[in-house]
Structure formats: structure tokens, C-alpha cells
């Protein structure tokens, strides 16, 4: 039965369209999680990818069981819960056991994102609140940092581990993170290593050029907020600066604040999901002087030597507030 | 639940009278009943299960004092008469008002320190506990949790041998013991809070600061007397 | 005329399930949450609620023509609270270790809204017989769900049941089931199962339905 073109077109709005669809932003994300990951792979050894397909894979799972739609696996197509379960696999040490990266990438989604409604309702980036999940159910397996690895196909065999086992320790050897060896031993790694990625650390985390140039890509896009990562790393340089200047023996420079742990991946992926940052430009600043102000406190006052994660997931529960604060008046009242 | 349904609804002049309100006395002696029912079962429940719980408190006790002073095979009853530490058979120590401490003895019936008990406020209640002391080496030995509402999962951490094997077993008494933040023990009289749990591990350190203080004058003369009879034999 | 009465064996046996006090009602959180980080000290919780819910229930139906209405509150309390006061003796008595392990937890059972709830719902308005029914089978209810949630938190929290290793030495346990978040975790996994069963089965019986009427 075939209609004729009416004279009259009659639709609903919206009427203009950016032509940024949720499946085109996440492509784009995904693009800009290649070169990291491939750095975690060259770093890591073949553990970087498994682990974050593990992860990728419980987020799949979970997002297929939770389809409220029949037949299920519609809400597969637009590649956000791979983004969760990268960005989560990215996040978790390269000896991480299979399974608890699996299981966090359950958590992931279904804590993070199909318990509040699905994509878009979520306060909290699920990503994060999964590595929490993990930080509260395993905290010893998640901050075991095995050194890097020895070559593209090299593997921990604690990523082996059955599930509800732990990884047997064959590679005993552990490689403290530059933010663990500042806090328990304080020693300032240098600039360079930092840089390129030659640490210790989670997967992703390590290589901060590669990081900065993806978010450019991402920032040029417009992916995401500029703002938000520019505040977040500019308030915890002035701030650990403000500390330095005061005590330098005890508090380290600004730059390796910035280069270490996971501050960069967190500033430029994390704390820019769209779903759980402030939507206006000023919430934005603010949103990014609070993540960065708290990562300074947590990591030089705390009890431990990162704080990234749970600087950005407190800074999610103030989003709505933010939001409220920075409302631009409407013209004329 | 249950109720009745009118067939009809009722009109005013067939609706029946409001039940009378029941005078104060009759609540009353309800209540008074009810309680005067409910003291006597607890009475007497009370009465049935004392000797029991009693004896499953010294139990206890006498299974924690051996625990905190490892090498023991025995312990007697002292309290502190005039200065000085003074036994106690049993009878006697039931009777009597003043805080015991435990002497543990080994085999060979030498002394190996003293049970030093204490409470402390903690998070929920008071914390009970006891320490293990030896007087010769100067260390404290053991340390054991008798009796804690502490949350569990957070507070109740302090029961765990996690926590009391690094810090309890060789803490030395001198200058004096010093609570520090996790991770930060540098020195053999420190002892580490626990994080997520440092109001609990810190009324523990309280309690034994004050059981020190309280004991260490009279533990210190008994311990030099037993030595010299030793060395006169 | 009062209405057919149920028998009563569906008394009983509509706290197990239909009207399970955790998993439908979600009624009596505090020790459910609280108490159930291993499964002894879940059971133990469990039968300790029950034996007060039948006692209570059986005195107040009993005593339901006697109790002024003002006063009936009050009169509850009391029964309970001699209950549970009972209960924390003979456990502190007979079982030291597990009475240490539930602490304050024991004496609260007093504020437990199931209990409470059943003697001003159902036990002040029937008879004995139908009131203990009704009490035992909430009570059953209650502690099958505490010793479900026990079960999960002690499986993974640490990698036991009843104090016996399943997974053998080298297993990892998860640190949060033991927490207080852990319990909140179980109970919202149950009653996520839970409820998925009974939306398949009235799917199915829909279907059946609509089968039987076309």
C-alpha cells in the first residue's frame, strides 16, 4: 500500500537535528579508546585486552539480560555499555582476575545504569561505580599491580583464576604505583616515565600523551564538554602547586599530581559522561574545581593513594544540585 | 480482617451505641497485670538461666585469660589491697567489690604475666577486653575482646586477628602506648587504628592505657618481689 | 455471619510464600539487613523471631476479649518484650557464642514491625488456633528468608556454609558481602528473583487464560 506525498508534512519536534546520534557519539568514544587501549596492550601484554574484554563482556551480558524489550538485545545496538565495559577494563590492574572483571561489568551495569532507569537516568558513571563495586568486594585483588608485561602475547597468571578463586600468585612480583610509592615511600617519580606510560598502574591509566591527544580528538568533536576536564586538571595543578609551594619535601609538584594515577583517563572518559556531569557551562567549571580539589585532598590527606574514582562518583551525587545552582535565569525575571 | 457486613447501611437512629469508653482503672489494672505476668516469667527464667549464663562467663573469662597470656596453664584471683597486689580464693573474689586482675602461671607454676580487664566506650557500647602483660619483658602479649557491640563488619574488626597479632602480641609498655593511623607503626610501643573503624580500636588503645596506668605500680612491685624470692631460694 | 474461614494450613502456609513477610511484605528490615552476615546467626535470628511471634500471637489471641482498646499497644509490647527478654536468656544460657554474635540485635526483636503487626492485624481479631497458624507460618516465612539471605552472604563473603569451606584454600571472598551493603546487595537480588518468578508465572497463567477462553 504506498501513500502519496501529501501536501501538507505534519511532525512532531524536535524539527532540527544536530546529527549526533547516541550510537555515533559512542563510535566516536570507542575511536578514542583504540590508541589507549593499544597502549595498554603494548604495556600489559596481552592481559590489558582480555581483561577489558572480560569486563566488556559482563556489560554486554548484563545489558541483554535487563532488556526490557522482547526480543532481547536492542539496547546492545548503541554500543554503550561496550563504552562502560572499556572504560571499566581500562581502569582495572593488568593482573586483575577474569572473573572479577566480568562480574564488575555486571555490576557496572546493573548498579550503574539499568537499576536507575537505563541509559540516560543514571547518576552515577556506571563505569566507576563498578571499579567501586570491585574496590568494596575484592580490595585486595584491586590493588595488586602486576608490572608490565613482557611482550605483546605475555599474560598474569592471575588473570586465569577460576571463578570464586583468587589468581594463584605465580608472578609474586608487584609493582607499586607512582601515587602508592609517593604516599607509603615518598618518592617522586619522574615526568617522563609518567608520561609515555612507563609505570606501574590500571591498564589504561598509565600513558597520559595518548590520553591528552584522545580527549583532544574528542574535545574538537564536540563529545563532550571542554570544560570539564580543562577545570579538573587545572584546579588539581593549582591546588597540589599551593601545597607544593608550601611543603615542598612533603607534598609532590604539581605536574607528576597530574601525570600520575588515574587523572587523566578519569578527567577526559570519566568525569565527561554526559549522563552524570552538569549540563551548563558554569555547573561544568564547578563540577571539575570539586573533582579536582577532592583527588588533591583525598590523595595527599587520605587513607589512600588514589582518589580519582571516588572524587568523580561525589561529584556525580552533587551533579543535580549543581544543575539547580547554575540555572541561567530566564529573560526577564 | 474479618468484620461483619451490614446488609444495609445503618441510619442513625439504628446505629448502635458507641462501646463504652473502659474507665481508667480497668486500663490500668490491664497493664498492671500484663506486667505483673510478664515480671514474674522473667523472674523466674532469670532465676533458671543464671547459673548457666554465670558459668558460661567465667568460662570465658578464664578461656580468654589463658589466651592472652600465651605459655599459661593457670590463673589466680588478685586485687589490689594497700598498694600491693593481694590473691583471692574464689569465694573470697566473688564477694569482693574491687576489680580483679588475673596472674597466669605456666606449668611449672611460674609466673607469666598478668590479665589486665577493662572497659571502654566504643562506637555502640562499652567495649570489654582484656590484656595480656608481662612484667618481665615489658611488653604487653595479648589482647582479647570479651564482650563488643561494635558494628559489625566495621567496629567489630577489632576481633580480628588480623588486627590484634601485629599490634597486641609484643607491644611495649614503655614510654607508653601510642595510637597511630594505619600503615604508620614505626616503633614497638605503637598501635594501629583501623580505618573505617578508628573510634573502635582507639577506645581499645583507651582502655589500655587506663588498665596500664591503673595496674602498672602494683604489677611492677609484684613482679620485682616474685623476682627477688626467686633469686633468695 | 462471618465469611467461609480459610483452613488452617493456608494460614500457615501463606507466610512462606504469598505473604513472606521479607521477600513480599518486606517487613522487619533491621535484623534482615543487620544480622544475616552469616547463616547461623541468620537461623538463629530467624528462630529466635519466630518462637516470639507464636508466643506473642498465641497470649494476645487469647487475652483479645480482655484487652481494652486504648490500652492494646501497650498490653502488645509487653507480651512481646517478656518474650524476647525469655528469648535473650535462654540463648545467652544455652548458646553464648551465638547470643554474642547477634548482640543488640536480640532485644530489638521487641521493635520488630512483623511481630507487632501480626498481633494489631490478625492475632486481636481470631481466634487461637487460626492466630498461632498464621503466627508460625510468618515466622517460618521470616526465618527461611533471613537463612536465604545468610546463605548468600556467607557463600560469597566467605566462601562457607554453616563454617564449612566450599571453595577450598584459595578462595577470594568478597569483602562487601559482609558489610552492611552486602545485605542491602542480597535482599535486593532476592527480591529481583523473586518477583521475576511471579511475573513468569502470572504471564503464564495469563496465557493459559487466554488458551482456555479462545
Excluded at chain 2, 558494628?151 to 614510654?175: H, K, Q, S, V, Y
Aim: glycine fraction near 10%; aromatic fraction near 8%; charge should be positive.
Amino acid at each position: 500500500m504506498s501513500r502519496q506525498t501529501p501536501d501538507l508534512v505534519l511532525s512532531t519536534p524536535p524539527f532540527l537535528r544536530q546529527g549526533q546520534t547516541t550510537p555515533w557519539i559512542m563510535r566516536q568514544v570507542l575511536g578514542a579508546l583504540v590508541p589507549v587501549l593499544v597502549m595498554a596492550w603494548v604495556h600489559f601484554g596481552l592481559s590489558a585486552l582480555l581483561v577489558t574484554a572480560a569486563a566488556t563482556a559482563g556489560c554486554l551480558a548484563t545489558e541483554w539480560l535487563f532488556d526490557p524489550r522482547r526480543p532481547r538485545g536492542r539496547s546492545l545496538r548503541d554500543l554503550s555499555a561496550v563504552v562502560t565495559g572499556c572504560l571499566l577494563g581500562l581502569v582495572l590492574p593488568p593482573g586483575f582476575p577474569l572473573w572479577m572483571a566480568f562480574l564488575g561489568g555486571g555490576a557496572a551495569i546493573g548498579m550503574g545504569k539499568v537499576l536507575w532507569g537505563g541509559l540516560g537516568q543514571n547518576p552515577f558513571n556506571p563505569a566507576l561505580l563498578g571499579r567501586a563495586f570491585l574496590q568494596a568486594a575484592f580490595p585486595a585483588a584491586i590493588t595488586t599491580w602486576s608490572p608490565q608485561g613482557t611482550g605483546l602475547f605475555s599474560l598474569h597468571g592471575t588473570n586465569l583464576a577460576l571463578p570464586f578463586l583468587q589468581g594463584t600468585p605465580v608472578d609474586a612480583m608487584s609493582a607499586a604505583t607512582p601515587l602508592a610509592r609517593m604516599k607509603f615511600q615518598s618518592q617522586v617519580t619522574d615526568l617522563f616515565p609518567l608520561a609515555v606510560g612507563d609505570v606501574g598502574g590500571s591498564l589504561g591509566e598509565t600513558c597520559g600523551v595518548v590520553i591528552l591527544l584522545a580527549g583532544l580528538y574528542l574535545a574538537a568533536r564536540r563529545i563532550f564538554d571542554w570544560r570539564i576536564p580543562v577545570s579538573i586538571l587545572a584546579s588539581t595543578a593549582v591546588l597540589s602547586a599551593v601545597f607544593h609551594l608550601i611543603d615542598g619535601a612533603r607534598f609532590p609538584p604539581p605536574l607528576f599530581m597530574v601525570f600520575s594515577g588515574g587523572l587523566l583517563l578519569g578527567a577526559v572518559f570519566m568525569a565527561t559522561d554526559p549522563v552524570s556531569s552538569p549540563i551548563t557551562p558554569r555547573g561544568s567549571w564547578i563540577f571539575g574545581a570539586g573533582v579536582g580539589g577532592l583527588v588533591v585532598l583525598i590523595r595527599l590527606f587520605g587513607g589512600m593513594p588514589e582518589g580519582v574514582m571516588y572524587a568523580i562518583l561525589l561529584m556525580n551525587a552533587a551533579t543535580p544540585l549543581i544543575n539547580r545552582a547554575t540555572q541561567p535565569r530566564i529573560y526577564g525575571t | 480482617m474479618s468484620e461483619a457486613v451490614h446488609a444495609t447501611p445503618p441510619s442513625a437512629a439504628a446505629r448502635p451505641a458507641p462501646p463504652r469508653e473502659p474507665s481508667t482503672l480497668r486500663l490500668i489494672a490491664t497493664l498492671g497485670l500484663a506486667g505483673f505476668f510478664s515480671g514474674l516469667a522473667i523472674v523466674g527464667v532469670h532465676a533458671l538461666t543464671l547459673p548457666r549464663i554465670e558459668q558460661n562467663r567465667r568460662e570465658r573469662l578464664e578461656r580468654a585469660i589463658l589466651t592472652v597470656l600465651p605459655g599459661s596453664r593457670s590463673f589466680a584471683v588478685f586485687v589490689e589491697r594497700d598498694g600491693r597486689l593481694a590473691p583471692l580464693d574464689a569465694e573470697q573474689a566473688k564477694q569482693a567489690g574491687e576489680p580483679p586482675i588475673y596472674a597466669g602461671f605456666d606449668a611449672a607454676g611460674k609466673l607469666v604475666g598478668f590479665a589486665l580487664p577493662g572497659s571502654e566506650p566504643g562506637y555502640q557500647d562499652a567495649i570489654h577486653g582484656i590484656f595480656g602483660v608481662d612484667p618481665a619483658r615489658r611488653l604487653v602479649v595479648g589482647f582479647q575482646v570479651l564482650e563488643s557491640r561494635e558494628t559489625p563488619g566495621l567496629g567489630d574488626r577489632i576481633l580480628a586477628e588480623e588486627w590484634i597479632a601485629p599490634n597486641f602480641r609484643a607491644l611495649a609498655i614503655d614510654p607508653g602506648i601510642e595510637a597511630v593511623a594505619a600503615g604508620k607503626k614505626t616503633a614497638a610501643h605503637q598501635v594501629e587504628t583501623i580505618t573505617g573503624a578508628t573510634i573502635s580500636s582507639r577506645a581499645v588503645v583507651r582502655m589500655l592505657q587506663k588498665a596500664l596506668e591503673r595496674w602498672r605500680a602494683g604489677i611492677e612491685a609484684y613482679a620485682a618481689g616474685a623476682e627477688r624470692a626467686r633469686r633468695g631460694e | 455471619m462471618p465469611p467461609p474461614s480459610k483452613p488452617l494450613g493456608d494460614e500457615f502456609l501463606k507466610g512462606l510464600w504469598k505473604e513472606n513477610p521479607i521477600f513480599i511484605q518486606v517487613l522487619g528490615m533491621c535484623p534482615a539487613l543487620a544480622v544475616t552476615n552469616s547463616v547461623v546467626n541468620a537461623l538463629a535470628m530467624g528462630l529466635a523471631t519466630c518462637f516470639v511471634l507464636v508466643c506473642s500471637s498465641f497470649f494476645v489471641s487469647s487475652l483479645r476479649r480482655f484487652i481494652p482498646r486504648p490500652v492494646r499497644i501497650s498490653t502488645y509490647i509487653v507480651i512481646i518484650a517478656t518474650f524476647v527478654t525469655l528469648t535473650d536468656l535462654v540463648l545467652a544460657a544455652l548458646v553464648p557464642d551465638v547470643h554474642r554474635a547477634l548482640g543488640a540485635f536480640i532485644p530489638l526483636i521487641v521493635v520488630n514491625c512483623l511481630i507487632l503487626g501480626r498481633q494489631e492485624a490478625f492475632a486481636s481479631k481470631n481466634p487461637v488456633p487460626r492466630a498461632v497458624a498464621d503466627a508460625a507460618g510468618m515466622g517460618v516465612g521470616f526465618a527461611f528468608a533471613l537463612t536465604c539471605l545468610g546463605a548468600i552472604r556467607e557463600i560469597l563473603g566467605a566462601g562457607t556454609f554453616l563454617g564449612v569451606p566450599l571453595f577450598g584454600p584459595h578462595f577470594e571472598p568478597w569483602v562487601i558481602m559482609l558489610l552492611p551493603p552486602g545485605g542491602f546487595l542480597s535482599l535486593g537480588f532476592l527480591l529481583l528473583f523473586f518477583n521475576a518468578l511471579k511475573q513468569a508465572r502470572d504471564r503464564r497463567r495469563a496465557a493459559a487464560a487466554r488458551g482456555e477462553t479462545a
